[in-house]
């Protein structure tokens, strides 16, 4: 498996499902002015690549998840001690909060190569197999409901 390192957000909102960068990589204007909205900027601010690329949302730039791990010199949050530490509890959006809860001790048990391949499954769809944005509630390419 060829895994992209700027897809492996440091909290463990694995980049490739995420719907900023599913806006961004497919100029979704529905999605971006919804974000947008969410987020309280433009639909011309919805661009990321990947928490750990050169283009990269906004807010990320501002995470303190982020930063910390950078501090740290860590990958994510699966390889520090002081996990579920207070960026992580008082990370403001609280269905990524669950998610990031949920998803660093898998990475931490599973490893990189693993934990990614059970993400991609996770948010794939059932029917056609196309890998999905985290909160999408149908499938972009057959239009399935999800299943997640």
Known sequence: MNVKNE?????????????????????????KEGLASFFGTSPENIVCEGC???KTFQFTMICPIRACTQKKNLT??????????????????????????KSIPRWKEMGTERWVAEQ??????????????????????????TVF
């Open 52 to 54: 750990k690329s050169e």
């Open 120 to 145: 991609e499954k996770h948010f794939s769809c059932s029917k056609c197999g196309t890998l999905l944005q985290r909160y999408a509630d149908k499938c972009s390419n057959c239009q399935s409901p």
């Open 7 to 31: 897809y492996l957000s440091p909290c463990g909102m694995y980049c490739s499902v995420c719907s900023v960068r599913a806006a961004h990589q497919n100029n979704d204007q529905k999605l």
């Open 76 to 101: 994510g949050c699966h390889q520090c001690d002081d996990f579920p530490c207070n960026n992580i509890k008082n990370f403001p959006i609280e269905a990524a909060r669950n998610n990031i809860l």
